[in-house]
């Protein structure tokens, strides 16, 4: 049993309750058994936390990333979507299960570190020669201890077919079938504490065919799993659905099968007022990524619009090359910002950004009625943010603090009640070692180019 007193708590329940100088406490089964205001009168516990200077948040969610990425930080920084893949497309054509599980190890251990108890990945690139790049990820995030929702992903359309990536870099659209199949019947544990779970994600309308999208939402609904894609993300993919398909990627989605709320969007950036109300309508939910989308220059999303749709939203931190800092614990701030920047100061308050980045989140995975919000029943996974120093102390409300604030230090993030950072560190990894894994992985990359 674990528990923290004395702790501002946020618990980002349905009636934003809040209590200054509360409690939590977590059981042995890694579920929350109380919460409230002053302390618990379990001082006998196993481990009792003094929360004195602290905000407690439930943990965050990020709902998408590309997780290789890592080892191609710091390329084509000054590109557009389309310039930036066709950069790096041949640099990922060389990667392979000991790169991948090296970035990952790398990305994950950072996502703990800013927050982040549960992550997804959208991995789409499957070297032939590169051995098991989904197995390499998974055993890096499961060292870490965070819960993890891997995606396997696929492209299929290639140049010689009309589409953005290089030839050599895509599957046969079956083989990509099957082996998605496979990883589910491989991977996927759907018990409601799950820390694993897979989901389909064909990569996007420029890398994947129409089959290939028809069926791997069959595919999905067959198999009871939730299905992820890039959509709407620049006015280059807008361009290229007008111009093969004659329609917007939403109304592409949706002759597809892809709308619906067994489904989640990565970007949503160029959304008309009719695919907006789409998606309300489907429940299809939106993976905000506010810092991916400024990296690259290609717009801001109109979460507000979104919102009042009733679409959910999380955030993403989406793949470190094409957002360095990859902090998702600083998206909150970027997220809230972008809202304003499109809407005003009444777009987004500070309460709303930690929704999106928790409940939110969590709705985008279809976890939310386990994670996402610190309630008594559900998972223990939360983070217990340090807000006294000189960063963020004088700001008198501790969530404003949080988010407005530079990014904060993660004090302890617990999943399902076990510590993964305690103290500002990894428990159960070594920063430094991941950090020379990855820089190993990324001159292995590019030594190899030349
Ligand atoms: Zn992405």
């Excluded at 018990?191 to 990569?203: E, G, K, Q, T, Y």
């Excluded at 489907?282 to 679409?311: I, K, Q, W, Y």
């Excluded at 989406?318 to 998206?331: K, P, T, W, Y």
Aim: charge should be negative; charged fraction near 25%; glycine fraction near 12%.
């Amino acid at each position: 049993m674990i528990v923290i007193e004395n702790a501002t708590i946020a618990t980002v329940d349905a009636q934003g309750t809040e209590f200054s100088g509360g409690h939590v406490v977590i059981g042995d089964d890694g579920r929350i058994t109380a919460v409230g205001p002053g302390r618990s009168g379990l001082a006998e516990a196993a481990r009792v936390i003094d929360g004195t200077g602290h905000l407690v948040t439930p943990g965050l969610v990020n709902t998408h990333h590309h997780l290789y990425q890592w080892v191609t930080r710091g390329l084509a920084l000054n590109d557009t979507l389309f310039g930036w893949l066709t950069t790096l497309y041949p640099v990922w054509g060389r990667l392979d299960a000991e790169i991948v599980g090296a970035a990952a190890g790398a990305g994950v251990g950072w996502l703990a570190l800013s927050g982040c108890t549960t992550t997804m990945d959208h991995h789409y690139v499957f070297p032939r020669d590169g051995g098991d790049v989904l197995e390499a990820e998974i055993e890096a995030a499961r060292k870490i201890g965070v819960r993890f929702h891997p995606t396997r992903g696929s492209m299929d359309l290639s140049r010689k077919d009309g589409g953005l990536p290089p030839d050599h870099l895509v599957e046969e659209t079956d083989e990509a079938l099957a082996a998605t199949e496979a990883a589910i019947d491989r991977w996927h544990d759907p018990s409601p504490d799950s820390m694993l779970r897979i989901a389909v994600a064909p990569c996007s309308p420029f890398s994947v065919t129409t089959r290939l999208m028809e069926e791997a939402a069959l595919l999905a609904r067959r198999k009871g799993v939730r299905l992820h894609t890039h959509l709407a993300e620049t006015d280059d993919e807008e361009e290229f659905c007008r111009k093969q398909f004659d329609c917007t990627p939403v109304e592409y989605a949706e002759r597809v099968g892809w709308l619906g709320d067994d489904v989640w969007l990565a970007h949503g950036v160029h959304l008309d007022d009719a695919a907006i109300v789409r998606l309300g309508e489907t429940g299809t939910g939106v993976a905000h990524c506010p810092s991916s989308n400024a990296r690259l220059g290609a717009g801001m999303a109109r979460v507000r619009e979104l919102l009042d749709h009733g679409v959910p939203v999380g955030l993403g931190v989406d793949g470190s090359a094409s957002q360095e800092a990859s902090h998702l614990g600083a998206e909150l701030r970027q997220a809230l910002y972008t809202a304003r920047l499109r809407g005003g100061p009444k777009a987004m308050d500070a309460r709303e950004a930690l929704r999106l980045g928790t409940i939110g989140g969590a709705r985008c995975l279809g976890r939310q009625e386990h994670i996402g919000s610190i309630e008594v029943g559900k998972l223990g996974d939360l983070v217990m943010w340090r807000l006294d120093g000189l960063g963020h102390d004088g700001i008198d409300d501790k969530v404003a603090a949080l988010v407005f604030g530079p990014p904060a230090r993660v004090e302890l993030a617990l999943v399902g009640g076990e510590p993964v950072v305690e103290r500002g560190e990894l428990v159960n990894a070594d920063e430094e070692g991941l950090t020379r894994a990855a820089r190993r992985a990324h001159q292995r990359l590019l030594d190899a180019e030349r």
